[in-house]
């Protein structure tokens, strides 16, 4: 089945320790998305590709950085993790064609990120 | 800017009863409005959608109308089940914008 994998899907590591997590879609979708979610909040948009053009929230942190080397693979570098950027991460992916962002987003499982 | 308001948890119902998760919007022009669920420890799965007013997006029970004129797009379900445990996001995408605005989320138990 087509689909949005992550790995891992739980990730420790320690403050200050950098970090990446990784996502791979078999959908051929040319948007990727990274979200960051806390325990009982929102996703939060930190970054989203279309293609190898990369867009940034205005509100996300330095600390993350990205990279995407094809269309199949996606990865959320935290330079420096700090106790506050525990949460969950979650990636997505959705098609752009003709001008028109298609209204589906489809998620991973996401990681959950401990920082000790 | 653009915005999501719902309802606060968490909700708890018992297996039958009739669930009614409110959500309002603000926005300009015309979004399209989506309800997407979160089970536990997995990542969001679009429940159901509507791109444009009097639409009914409706999945596996649930139910939504989006309504410009009160600028809501509530969830509804007749019956609920305990598999129906979750929280529930609703969200929208503004027609000029490739990112989707989350609301809050609403967390649902369901007892047997």
């Known amino acids: 089945d087509a689909m949005v994998i992550q790995n891992p899907r739980y990730q420790v590591t320690q403050f200050g320790k950098p970090v990446t997590l990784s996502c791979s879609q078999t959908?051929?979708?040319?948007?990727m998305y990274w979200y960051q979610q806390k325990s009982s909040q929102a996703p939060k948009l930190l970054f989203h590709?279309?293609?190898?053009?990369?867009?940034n929230e205005a509100d996300t942190p330095d600390n993350f950085q990205s990279r995407r080397p094809n269309t199949s693979f996606c990865f959320l570098d935290i330079r420096s993790p700090g106790l506050g950027d525990a949460a969950m991460y979650l990636c997505a992916t959705s098609t752009w064609n003709q001008g028109r962002m298609a209204d589906t987003q489809y998620f991973g499982p996401g990681t959950r990120l401990t920082v000790l | 800017g653009d915005s999501v308001t719902q309802m606060e948890g968490p909700v708890t119902l018992s297996e039958e009863a009739f669930l009614t998760i409110n959500c309002t919007y603000t926005?300009?022009?015309?979004?399209?409005l989506f309800w997407y669920v979160q089970y536990p420890g997995e990542g969001l799965q679009l429940l159901l959608k509507?791109?444009?007013?009097?639409d009914k997006g409706s999945n596996k029970g649930f139910e939504a109308t989006y309504r410009k004129e009160t600028t809501s797009f509530h969830l509804e379900k007749g019956s609920v089940q305990v598999s129906d445990s979750a929280v529930y996001f609703c969200a929208l995408r503004s027609s000029s914008a490739s990112k989707i605005i989350f609301g809050s989320g609403t967390r649902l138990s369901i007892r047997p």
């Open positions: 590709y279309y293609d190898k053009d990369f867009n």
């Open positions: 509507a791109t444009k007013a009097d």
């Open positions: 959908l051929n979708h040319n948007v």
């Open positions: 926005a300009t022009g015309y979004p399209s």
